[in-house]
């Protein structure tokens, strides 16, 4: 009697197996057909969610780190910093080195921040990344470091190249080369406070590429205010 039981149990615990993994399929399909249909539509909270399911249906150090690259392009850096961790790994995809890099900067953790940037651009040397370091070295008193990042910034840094900025409601771009010349102003600013007159005329280079450069004019207009405050008290 008690062979029939046995062979009714296993062909349920079978049945049910077999079940799963053919809803586990299926499920796969459709959060990848949903994935697709939310990155038509623009729609950012979608492609989270299909990613998320699809990282949990099936786990992959790919779909983890496209994850937190979208939460972090969506100004999401805790969200991004927890699925990636802070730490620096040399196993790190450089998606997921960037993220952590961006991230960080965002929540105002230059030093942490700066240490990704440099296993990026030990990895893949460009200007922008030379400027992301020139412009956390200066917010950490490294000036000596910042300037050859600066330097190296100038001389490769093309015409096209353009950075953006959001010190304004309305954010915009100036040319790559006119960042980093003022970011040599705010070096040479701080190596020699005496020499106002040396950061300020660094600082119209910087306005002769790009009029418009809103924060340079800001530098130059707090640095000229400090001059003249100086000159008054003589």
């Known amino acids: ?8 149990v296993a062909t349920i615990v079978f049945s ?22 939310m990155r038509l539509q623009g729609d950012v909270d979608g492609v989270i969610n299909a990613l998320t399911h699809l990282n949990v249906l ?16 969506d100004n999401q850096h805790l969200q991004a910093l927890n699925l990636t961790g802070i730490e620096k790994l040399d196993t790190d995809s450089n998606l997921a080195i960037q993220v952590k890099a961006v991230s960080l900067k965002a929540l105002n953790q230059p030093k942490r921040a700066l240490e990704q940037f440099e ?21 950490t008193g490294d000036n000596i470091g910042a300037m050859k990042h600066v330097e190296y910034g100038i001389a490769n840094a093309t015409d096209d190249m353009k950075y953006a900025f959001y010190e304004r409601q309305q954010p915009y771009e ?17 190596t ?32 000229t205010s400090r001059k003249n405050t100086t000159e008054e008290k003589k």
């Open 1 to 8: 009697m008690k062979k029939p039981l046995l062979v009714l």
């Open 16 to 37: 049910g197996s077999y079940g799963y993994t053919q809803t586990k399929s299926e499920l796969l399909k459709h959060y990848e057909a949903f994935y697709d249909q």
């Open 58 to 73: 099936s786990p992959s150090q790919q779909r983890n780190d496209t994850l937190a690259y979208i939460y972090a392009n």
């Open 119 to 139: 296993a990026l651009y030990a990895r893949e040397p460009n200007a922008y990344l030379a400027y992301e370091m020139a412009d956390l070295k200066v917010q």
């Open 174 to 190: 100036v040319p790559l080369k006119a960042a980093f010349i003022h970011v040599k102003a705010l070096i040479q600013y701080n």
């Open 192 to 223: 020699d406070k005496s020499n106002i007159d040396q950061a300020i005329a660094t600082l119209d280079e910087a306005l002769a590429i790009d009029p418009n450069f809103n924060l340079a004019s800001l530098s130059k207009q707090a640095l």
